[in-house]
């Protein structure tokens, strides 16, 4: 079975433009979660979608968007980027129906902000 | 948010065993407790999970006493390709794990 993939795997943008980062999740997954990872904040929590819904969301500003297609397939959306937007941004997907179920991750856009 | 306190780091040699121990003092009754492991620029690869008592799978064992405010993954005779962050953490809500720092090991020959 494929894993989850993540497409582009690495980006560069200049401030204020915007960007769009795609994931398909593993077949029969439903739930699509992003993570921003930076050295100083670590991991942390953007949003996730279930059933093309958003569940539940971080503590993001909202330049940071998302979606989720009938297929499962998610796209995460930043506009007016910021350097501090300069990450690796990871999706992973699950089942989606109990909280405790494995999230298996992708590889991770690296987004660079000059 | 529940939240996870590790070791920043640990030290080891090959072929020994790797104990990382995490606290969590806050657990809820629904919380099971959820171990991945990351190496760099890469996403983090599901470890081990557990609830109670002690699970193994062919990787690594969770030790988790009675109480649940701690646990421990111990990781049998690693080699150099275990040298990477280790995260341990709590399912608390739906796909929405909660990362604490992790525990950098680094595994010399």
């Known amino acids: 079975k494929a894993g989850v993939t993540q497409t582009p795997r690495y980006l560069i943008k200049t401030r204020g433009q915007q960007v769009t980062l ?93 | 948010l529940a939240k996870t306190t590790q070791p920043i780091s640990m030290d080891s040699y090959e072929g020994q065993e790797v104990n990382i121990t995490c606290s969590h003092n806050n657990i809820a009754t629904n919380d099971y407790i959820t171990w991945y492991q990351q190496f760099p620029s890469q996403g983090p690869r599901f470890i081990i999970q557990g609830y109670k008592t002690k699970v193994t799978n062919e990787v690594a064992s969770l030790f988790i006493p009675a109480d649940r405010k701690s646990s421990t993954l111990s990781l049998p005779r690693v080699s150099l390709s275990d040298t990477a962050v280790y995260y341990c953490l709590m399912n608390s809500g739906y796909s929405t794990l909660t990362f604490g720092k992790g525990t950098m090991l680094l595994v010399s020959p």
């Open chain 1, 22 to 114: 795609s994931c398909s999740p593993i077949s029969g997954h439903r739930s699509v979660s992003w993570y921003q990872q930076t050295p100083g904040q670590g991991l942390q929590f953007l949003f996730e979608y279930f059933s093309e819904t958003q569940r539940n969301k971080g503590n993001f500003p909202g330049r940071f968007s998302g979606r989720q297609f009938s297929n499962s397939r998610s796209e995460m959306n930043v506009s007016t980027l910021e350097l501090g937007d300069s990450a690796l941004y990871l999706c992973a997907s699950s089942l989606g129906r109990d909280h405790q179920e494995t999230q298996y991750f992708g590889p991770g856009t690296r987004l660079l902000v000059l």
